[in-house]
């Protein structure tokens, strides 16, 4: 028989083995020799019991789980000699609300005064919980405190540690739980608007019409108080701060309450020559504000001047005559800032000249005298017909007053009219600089007639037509007819027009009107009068360009006209430019003469700002080769740059800011420096030009 293997295994005392047995097995029962548990270990126990009961009132039972049986840790060799360490039992579930000795409950009850105490909970606490509506957060904690158990206060071994953080953490829960609600509560009483100091006082309810008729109220003291210390020295402040008042209240609101106050302090002056701050801070509102401001006053302005022209002496003793010539003198400084056309001015005009009393002949001479310039220029074909009615209404011996009149009106004919400056030259400066340039289509074009007809419409319902309408007035026959008309008036001219190789009926009457003209105002107003419409535009300006092509030596005449074409209507520009495009690609087959003609008028029209710098981009200027096209720009920038210093730099300055023109002006440097350098007398502008084109801020040293 073989020898039997030897048993390696390690045999335990049988006292250890027993106890291992009973320890894996509860079930088990054992009599003797029965281990009573250390001090340290009987306090584990009582601490998982406690976490347990702790956790059986915290989640529902349906969410526990079973308790598992402790196991025995599996004996190892090299810890025979070592106590085994066993592993921490679980004790059963608990019921809900568990009994508890008296000893307990008061040992419960100092523990809950002793954490009340620490986080500072009393009985005014749970009042304010109570008045916010979370009582039920001190019911939490109650039965929190009244659910663990005690635990031994005497503990000072490391062992404890993990009790203690436990202890911790629910305090510190029940902490943040109380502090929430008293921010909660701070919250609640705070004030809407997060200011605590204000003191919420009871008003009475105001309704919305009293509510505006007193928000009315103060604008109009507040405009009242701007406007009786308005003058020359301090109009841009007050302008600048009725802009503002204008963004946060109602703009017809304020449009009546301008004009209300305004037309009052013009009434209210005692003197012949009123200042013209008025007229001005019309000006800047309309531009800045839209043009309801200067509508609302013109309104306001037709029945006081009708009722100033029929009536005497008013209530505080201001002639008629004085109050209806401020008003009069206030629509012509209007006129002269390029708020209302011409149209109104005649209109007015007419209307004097048909009495020709007293009161008449007065605001006839402050008409005349204030903008009978600028009405010639306008319209110099409506001046002739009024100096042809006031003939025919002053016949044989007439006043001093009116011969006076009739000389002044004369001198207004033959241009010998002595400039009169109504305004202040900063003041001018000051509305170019602030409003920017005025066209023909930014005015209101309204009449007498829609000012004081008495319709049944009521508003400012004139406002639409008097933005769209033009400055003068259509005859009653059609276009066809006032071509024809022309066409036939001279024969000659018809002639020399089909010898050009102009065919259409348009073209023979512009040829007609431009050659057989006295100056440029009187060919400007015969094409007006033509009521042409586009694009017979395009003829005038083709013909415009033929004729000046065809002259021998450069005639400003065209200039001019082609000037006075662009200031009318913003839509003649773009007919020039559109032409000037077309001319820059038929310059090679085109002669020297036609090339410097038409040089010559493009420098005028860019000095005069109606045509931009800007157009010479689809042209290489330093790629010109060919004759023509070098005497084109050459005579162009020649032109250009005996202009005046300010002019020559804002010309050139307009061109500077834009990235997409830098091939532009490195062209323009290229051919000014290459056929413009040798002449000695453009050297100043040329370095001015130059500088101009590249910093914008150049301009500012010459101004």
């Known amino acids: 028989m073989g020898r039997r293997p030897q048993d390696r295994r390690l045999r335990l005392p049988d006292a250890l083995a027993a106890e291992i047995a009973s320890a894996s097995d509860p079930g088990r029962h054992f009599t003797k020799q029965k281990r009573q548990r250390s001090r340290k270990e009987v306090r584990k126990a009582e601490r998982a019991a406690k976490k347990q009961r702790r956790n059986a009132h915290a989640r529902p039972a349906a969410e526990q789980a079973p308790p598992t049986p402790a196991v025995a840790s599996k004996p190892n060799t090299k810890d025979a000699v070592r106590p085994v360490k066993l592993a921490r039992t679980t004790v059963n579930?608990?019921?809900?609300?568990?009994?508890?000795?008296?000893?307990?409950?008061?040992?419960?009850?100092?523990?809950?005064?002793?954490?009340?105490?620490?986080?500072?909970?009393?009985?005014?606490?749970?009042?304010?919980?109570?008045?916010?509506?979370?009582?039920?957060?001190?019911?939490?904690?109650?039965?929190?405190?009244?659910?663990?158990?005690?635990?031994?206060?005497?503990?000072?071994?490391?062992?404890?540690?993990?009790?203690?953080?436990?202890?911790?953490?629910?305090?510190?829960?029940?902490?943040?739980?109380?502090?929430?609600?008293?921010?909660?509560?701070?919250?609640?009483?705070?004030?809407?608007?997060?200011?605590?100091?204000?003191?919420?006082?009871?008003?009475?309810?105001?309704?919305?019409?009293?509510?505006?008729?007193?928000?009315?109220?103060?604008?109009?003291?507040?405009?009242?108080?701007?406007?009786?210390?308005l003058s020359v020295d301090n109009i841009e402040t007050i302008a600048t701060t009725l802009k503002t008042v204008f963004e946060s209240h109602p703009r017809g609101t304020l449009c009546d309450i301008i004009a209300q106050v305004s037309l009052g302090?013009?009434?209210?002056?005692?003197?012949?020559?009123?200042?013209?701050?008025?007229?001005?801070?019309?000006?800047?509102?309309?531009?800045?504000?839209?043009?309801?401001?200067?509508?609302?006053?013109?309104?306001?302005?037709?029945?006081?001047?009708?009722?100033?022209?029929?009536?005497?002496?008013?209530?505080?003793?201001?002639?008629?005559?004085?109050?209806?010539?401020?008003?009069?003198?206030?629509?012509?400084?209007?006129?002269?800032?390029?708020?209302?056309?011409?149209?109104?001015?005649?209109?007015?005009?007419?209307?004097?000249?048909?009495?020709?009393?007293?009161?008449?002949?007065?605001?006839?001479?402050?008409?005349?005298?204030?903008?009978?310039?600028?009405?010639?220029?306008?319209d110099p074909a409506a001046l002739k017909e009024i100096i042809v009615l006031i003939q025919s209404k002053t016949v044989g011996?007439?006043?001093?007053?009116?011969?006076?009149?009739?000389?002044?009106?004369?001198?207004?004919?033959?241009?010998?009219?002595?400039?009169?400056?109504?305004?202040?030259?900063?003041?001018?400066?000051?509305?170019?600089?602030?409003?920017?340039?005025?066209?023909?289509?930014?005015?209101?074009?309204?009449?007498?007639?829609?000012?004081?007809?008495?319709?049944?419409?009521?508003?400012?319902?004139?406002?639409?037509?008097?933005?769209?309408?033009?400055?003068?007035?259509?005859?009653?026959?059609?276009?066809?007819?006032?071509?024809?008309?022309?066409?036939e008036k001279d024969p000659d001219l018809l002639a020399k027009a089909r010898a050009r190789r102009l065919t259409t009926d348009v073209q023979l009457a512009v040829f007609c009107i431009i050659m057989g003209s006295s100056d440029y105002l009187d060919a400007f107003e015969k094409l007006v009068r033509l009521g042409l419409r586009p694009p017979a535009d395009r003829d005038v300006v083709f013909v415009l360009f033929d004729c000046c092509g065809h002259e021998r030596a450069w005639n400003p005449f065209?200039?001019?006209?082609?000037?006075?074409?662009?200031?009318?209507?913003?839509?003649?520009?773009?007919?020039?430019?559109?032409?000037?495009?077309?001319?820059f690609k038929t310059l090679p087959e085109s002669n020297k003469r036609r090339a410097a003609n038409l040089g010559h008028l493009l420098a005028h029209l860019i000095g005069q700002f109606s045509i931009s710098l800007s157009h010479l981009k689809i042209v290489d200027l330093a790629a010109c080769r060919d004759t023509p096209t070098t005497v084109f720009f050459i005579v162009?920038?020649?032109?250009?740059?005996?202009?005046?210093?300010?002019?020559?730099?804002?010309?050139?300055?307009?061109?500077?800011?834009?990235?997409?023109?830098?091939?532009?002006?490195?062209?323009?440097?290229?051919?000014?420096?290459?056929?413009l350098t040798p002449l000695p007398n453009l050297a100043p502008k040329i370095s001015l030009a130059l500088r101009c084109m590249e910093k914008t801020s150049a301009l500012e040293s010459v101004i």
């Open 397 to 487: 011996d007439q006043p001093p007053r009116v011969q006076f009149m009739l000389q002044t009106i004369y001198d207004l004919k033959n241009n010998k009219i002595r400039v009169h400056e109504q305004h202040d030259e900063s003041l001018r400066n000051w509305l170019a600089q602030i409003c920017g340039p005025k066209s023909a289509e930014t005015q209101l074009h309204v009449s007498w007639q829609d000012l004081t007809a008495d319709h049944k419409r009521t508003g400012r319902w004139w406002l639409g037509s008097a933005k769209r309408s033009t400055t003068f007035s259509e005859a009653k026959e059609s276009p066809d007819d006032r071509v024809k008309a022309v066409v």
């Open 558 to 583: 065209y200039a001019f006209l082609a000037a006075k074409l662009c200031s009318f209507h913003r839509a003649m520009k773009f007919t020039f430019q559109k032409a000037f495009r077309d001319v």
């Open 93 to 229: 579930r608990l019921p809900r609300m568990p009994l508890k000795l008296d000893d307990d409950v008061s040992d419960i009850d100092a523990e809950i005064a002793m954490l009340e105490k620490k986080l500072g909970n009393s009985d005014k606490l749970k009042k304010e919980l109570e008045d916010d509506g979370l009582e039920y957060l001190h019911d939490v904690i109650d039965n929190l405190g009244k659910a663990s158990d005690t635990s031994d206060g005497d503990e000072q071994s490391g062992d404890d540690e993990v009790a203690m953080s436990d202890d911790d953490a629910d305090d510190e829960e029940r902490l943040v739980a109380i502090q929430e609600a008293t921010e909660k509560r701070k919250r609640k009483q705070a004030h809407l608007y997060g200011d605590e100091s204000v003191v919420r006082t009871e008003s009475a309810y105001v309704p919305p019409h009293a509510r505006a008729a007193r928000v009315e109220t103060g604008l109009t003291k507040m405009i009242t108080g701007q406007l009786n210390r």
């Open 636 to 675: 162009l920038f020649k032109s250009l740059l005996q202009l005046p210093d300010r002019v020559v730099g804002a010309c050139f300055e307009r061109i500077s800011a834009s990235s997409e023109l830098q091939t532009l002006r490195d062209s323009m440097a290229v051919f000014i420096h290459r056929h």
């Open 265 to 378: 302090l013009v009434l209210s002056y005692r003197t012949t020559s009123p200042p013209p701050s008025i007229p001005a801070l019309i000006t800047y509102l309309t531009a800045h504000c839209g043009s309801e401001v200067a509508a609302g006053f013109l309104e306001r302005l037709a029945p006081a001047l009708v009722d100033a022209r029929q009536s005497g002496t008013n209530d505080s003793g201001l002639p008629s005559a004085l109050r209806a010539g401020n008003l009069v003198r206030t629509l012509s400084s209007l006129y002269e800032f390029q708020v209302i056309d011409c149209g109104l001015i005649y209109d007015l005009i007419r209307l004097f000249a048909s009495g020709l009393t007293e009161v008449d002949v007065e605001l006839l001479l402050v008409l005349l005298t204030g903008c009978g310039r600028q009405l010639r220029r306008d």
